[in-house]
């Protein structure tokens, strides 16, 4: 049996640098908080808790005072950086340069253009999406699926981004549908902020499963990227399966297979992909 671990799949440098940082700063100390979870992987978040990182929600951040936190790739509103100040609490910046960027785009329309709505393609509530929104001071108006397209005043000029994980494919179909509803005179702009991190693997993504009788796509279950690469393989072959550990494997999905492929998200680690590659050897010998 043919065992192929995707050589193109596994952490985007964002989340190498997150997790790089974390890693030197416990070098040097016992624990280190960080906001959320450092990477939407429970086994990689559980490897870091071994050597000390600890996660908090900002509530507990509220109650530190006088320590290290580090923020992750996905970045934070500003809100957070003033309640870390108060509390004299320093912060280890790991957002990823393009969420820095993206925030840094959106503030300055905000600030130039007070008159334009802000509308920001994205999962309501993601941690990049709360980021982005609080650039805006709170109103920027998130657009999820065509369903939250009515919450817009065509009338007024509206300025579209999009969260840098969304697909390439819907914010164009949403630019045309937004396109057509605008009113007569009103300006409408959209600025593609989506990170080919996660768009550029696609076509690569759809060889590899096409190539394999069986994929078995390795993720975390909260992660958004995980989520869209995986329906990308299943769109190429319908025998993908989504697995967050070796344990998930069961013998009827690979029942016949003579090759499998195993290829993961921007925030599968390669040891996990490794660890479903090594069980699937022992199996078969
Ligand atoms: S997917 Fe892109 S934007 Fe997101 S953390 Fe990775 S490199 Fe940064």
Known sequence: MIIE??????????????????????QTRQTLYCLGDIVHNSQEV???????LTTIDHDQ??????????????????????????????????????????QKKIRRMYVS??????????????????????????????????????????????????QTTMSVDHFRKLIETMNRRMCDGADFQSFDT??????????????????????????????SNGKALFEVCQSANPRSWFVSSPQDVDAAMIAGAESIGICGAT???????EQVATMLEGRVQ
Not at 69 to 87: C, D, I, K
């Open 5 to 26: 671990v995707d050589k193109e799949s596994g952490f985007c440098p964002g989340v190498v640098s997150a997790i790089r940082k974390a890693e030197v700063e416990l």
């Open 46 to 52: 559980q490897r870091l808790q071994e050597q000390g």
């Open 61 to 102: 951040l509220s109650q530190l005072h006088d320590t290290k936190v580090l923020l992750r790739a996905h970045g934070e509103p500003p809100s957070t950086y003033r309640m870390a100040q108060q509390n004299n609490v320093t912060i280890i910046d790991a957002t990823c340069p393009v969420v820095l960027q993206l």
């Open 113 to 162: 253009e007070p008159k334009s709505q802000i509308v920001i393609y994205g999962k309501q509530g993601h941690a990049e999406v709360n980021g982005l929104v609080g650039q805006t001071d709170g109103t920027a108006i998130v657009v999820e699926s065509e369903a939250d397209l009515d919450k817009i005043d065509y009338s007024c000029p509206v300025r579209l981004f999009s």
């Open 194 to 223: 989506i990170c080919r991190q996660v768009a550029n693997r696609i076509p690569h993504m759809l060889e590899f499963a096409r190539k394999h009788d069986v994929v078995l796509f390795v993720s975390g279950k909260k992660s």
């Open 267 to 273: 925030s599968t680690p390669k040891w996990q992909m």
